[in-house]
């Protein structure tokens, strides 16, 4: 009896172990004319042979051979990746007798040369100064005479998708001494 216990699990190793066989298969992967990606088990002109895993990542291909007839063209940057923002002047920041206002942007990725690009400034809602020299530029005293605070902006626009990006606006304080005060000369 108990020989035969044995040749019967002899018997069942090969037929319990031939699903585990079966996991690894060939697949072709080829692409049409039209740009459509084809995955067959039958073999096709020009395509390419993939051999699928017979590990325990069931169902994913596996040892892919690099495919140089279709390589995906890299994304071109569109503004919404573009990261834009005020670096000067800081938030809060206070100016006071005559300092001049220097206001300055940052714009990551940085703007491939000959790429065309436009800055608008904007102090307290009213444009100021544009144009794609305008990255870095101080304000005019006569807009920030007046003691107060004042918000800066700035929107970042590429002419030729006409997208924008605003940088988030920047507050700053202008104390300027009373000319009551004991302290004006």
């Known amino acids: 009896m108990r020989l035969c216990r044995t040749w019967l699990a002899l018997g ?24 459509v990606v084809h995955f067959s088990d039958q073999p096709v002109e020009g395509a390419e042979r993939i051999v699928t ?5 069931h169902g994913v291909l596996s040892d892919p051979a690099p495919n140089n007839t279709a390589q995906a063209a890299p994304k071109a940057a569109t503004v919404a990746d573009i990261q834009v923002s005020i670096t ?40 100021v100064i544009e144009g794609a020299d305008a990255m870095f530029f101080t304000l005019p005293p006569a807009l920030t005479t007046a003691r107060g605070i004042y918000t800066l902006g700035a929107t970042y626009t ?18 300027r001494p009373s000319t009551l005060s004991p302290q004006h000369k």
């Open 88 to 127: 000067s002047p800081a938030r809060e920041q206070t100016f006071s007798g005559e300092d001049s206002v220097t206001a300055a942007l940052s714009v990551e990725p940085a703007p491939k040369p000959g790429h065309p690009f436009s800055v608008t400034w904007t102090l307290n809602g009213a444009p």
């Open 158 to 175: 590429d002419p030729e998708s006409g997208q924008t990006k605003s940088a988030d606006p920047v507050t700053f304080n202008v104390l």
């Open 12 to 35: 069942l190793v090969p037929i319990l172990s031939a699903p585990l066989a079966l996991r690894a298969a060939v697949v072709y992967k080829w692409i049409d004319t039209d740009g």
């Open 53 to 57: 895993s017979s590990g325990s990542n």
